[in-house]
């Protein structure tokens, strides 16, 4: 369907937003569950321009290069204008990086989301969050070779997302229970998603196949039914985490403390090296976040850590001045 402008834009007038950080996976649902974090995210300032082009002005924060074709946010916004021929004007960008790359709680899809989320409000809204996500996917491309959804969809429904299908895309917002909380160890080493990607197998046993979707469904059940037993039950992988976990220096011992804590599971964020736990209340989140850290202190590495609610907004205004 075409898209049609409104009768006046607001060239020159920036739009500050805060685009969050998102867990993908959620353990069971590789490349199809997600959910967006509090607390934690890129803040992005765009503006509409009379001349065409899309210009990357700043980037704070991280060494990222500001070439539209070869940053995330230039590619989805890339995508985004391609789909409105009739704008003849460009966009100008301005990234501050709150999620260091290669961190595994969605950098590329905070960046990407968060740009075309913001473009698309100064346009009066033409596309939909499922269109946005398809833009948002081609930045995900270009950081990992593959243009999945289970990073881009959380950050721009907010909440649980899942993605049923990506060709044709066909997203799903899955209830989320108001006692549902996240906490996140990031081991300050990088993981590019490409390279966690290749020790991956590519063929798995009709065992394990049937064990796994009894766990994804298992999972999506228990946030409909807000059935925090089930959730517990269901936070299992038996394909990825098994050969990923060996790639992040301490995981076996964080997942012990983690569950004898109290959190209902633990996990692998993404492709890592981030970690995660899922609580019930924000008391039983600070004693795992806690448990999960202690654990970690040993190893000698740097880290840093997150906590909260899960973000049912997605991305948000900061600023419209």
């Known amino acids: 369907m075409k898209k049609t402008l409104p009768t006046s834009l607001p060239y020159n007038q920036p739009l500050t937003v805060l685009s969050p950080a998102t867990i ?3 353990s069971c649902g590789f490349d199809v569950l997600g959910l967006a974090l509090s607390g934690v995210g890129d803040t992005l300032t765009v503006s509409l321009t009379t001349n065409p082009g899309i210009e990357i002005s700043k980037i704070e924060g991280a060494d990222l290069p ?10 989805a916004l890339k995508a985004l204008l391609e789909a409105i021929p009739d704008y003849t004007g460009g966009v100008k960008l301005q ?3 709150g999620i260091a790359p290669g961190s595994g709680i969605g950098s590329s899809a905070a960046s990407s989301a968060g740009a075309v ?3 698309n409000r100064l346009l009066g809204e033409l596309f939909t969050p499922a269109e946005l996500t398809q833009f948002a996917m081609e930045g995900e491309r270009l950081a990992s070779g593959a243009a999945h959804a289970d990073n881009v969809a959380p950050a721009l429904f907010g909440g ?3 993605v049923r299908s990506s060709n044709p895309l066909d997203v799903v917002a899955i209830p989320c229970p108001d006692a549902l909380y996240a906490y996140v160890l990031h081991p300050e080493i990088e993981l590019k998603t ?5 020790v991956l197998k590519t063929r798995i046993s009709l065992q394990d196949g049937i064990r796994q979707w009894g766990n994804v469904g298992g999972l999506v059940a228990g946030f409909f039914l807000e059935d925090y037993g089930l959730i517990s039950r269901s936070l299992e992988d038996v394909i990825i985490e098994p050969v990923r976990s060996l790639l992040i220096p301490g995981f076996s011992e964080m997942k012990e403390a983690a569950l004898k804590s109290g959190a209902l599971g633990f996990g692998i964020s993404g492709s890592g090296p981030s970690v995660f736990a899922l609580c019930q209340g924000a008391d039983n989140c600070q004693r795992a976040g806690a448990a999960i850290s202690e654990a970690f202190e040993g190893i000698g590495l740097s880290f840093n850590t997150y906590q909260g609610p899960v973000n049912s907004q997605g991305v948000q205004i900061v600023s419209n001045e």
């Not at 490409?194 to 290749?198: E, H, L, M, T």
């Open 160 to 162: 649980i997302t899942l």
């Open 117 to 119: 989320w913001a473009v």
């Open 66 to 75: 500001r070439e539209t074709d070869k940053n995330v946010a230039g590619v």
């Open 194 to 198: 490409s390279d966690s990607r290749k």
């Open 24 to 26: 993908a996976n959620l």
């Open 95 to 97: 990234i501050s990086k």
